[in-house]
T-cell receptor, first 109, second 119 residues
């Protein structure tokens, strides 16, 4: 079967760094997405990785290792507004999205 | 966790035809389902909120007569793209709220998406 695993909840301190991991087992791979979703709102696109390595975009970076079926989202200089759910999704060989359940990130002052 | 399915996964159609996309919650009852559209490398854009037994609520700029939504049962919502044109080509994703598992934060489960290509 196809599976995406990510932690249910994480807590971090304002100004710190947090890494949210995502592991996947899918039938084929056509890229991995990270989305941010605030409560009651639609998810917003953060990053897309299809090749191994680190993609940096401001305070957010996303890493992919296809051989390990592993990705992480790194958030630096955490701000209170970063409190949200972070969704990992993989596009399989049929170009269907397999969604993780999301990681709820709580930022404390 | 809860599972949401969509059918079909891929649709290729001629301009002017209508296309129906189904969204099903497989192991829970969803009183509310959402329809999103996503263009390449852009955020999901909420199109409408579908409530079982009542009319859908459309977001500003989304044509009600073009994107018909029917939420006839607690496990099924359909989106029909009427008289599709090439500019309607996009990735359509549905999600459903599971009122049982939801905690303080609304819990949405997303479908795998339907890729529509209008020629």
């Amino acid at each position: 079967g196809q599976n995406i695993d990510q932690p249910t909840e994480m807590t971090a301190t304002e100004g710190a760094i947090v890494q949210i991991n995502c592991t996947y087992q899918t039938s084929g791979f056509n890229g991995l997405f990270w989305y941010q979703q605030h409560a009651g709102e639609a998810p917003t696109f953060l990053s897309y990785n299809v090749l191994d390595g680190l993609e940096e975009k401001g305070r957010f970076s996303s890493f992919l290792s296809r051989s390990k079926g592993y990705s992480y989202l790194l958030l630096k200089e955490l701000q209170m507004k970063d409190s949200a759910s972070y969704l990992c999704a993989v596009m399989d060989s049929n170009y269907q999205l397999i969604w993780g359940a999301g990681t709820k990130l709580i930022i404390k002052p | 966790g809860a599972v949401v399915s969509q059918h079909p996964s891929w649709v290729i159609c001629k301009s002017g035809t209508s296309v129906k996309i189904e969204c099903r919650s497989l192991d829970f009852q969803a009183t509310t389902m959402f329809w999103y559209r996503q263009f390449p490398k852009q955020s999901l854009m909420l199109m409408a909120t579908s409530n079982e037994g009542s009319k859908a609520t459309y977001e500003q700029g989304v044509e009600k007569d073009k994107f018909l939504i029917n939420h006839a049962s607690l496990t099924l919502s359909t989106l029909t793209v009427t008289s599709a044109h090439p500019e309607d080509s996009s990735f359509y994703i549905c999600s459903a709220k599971d009122p049982v598992s939801g905690s303080q934060q609304e819990t949405q489960y997303f479908g795998p998406g339907t890729r529509l290509l209008v020629l």
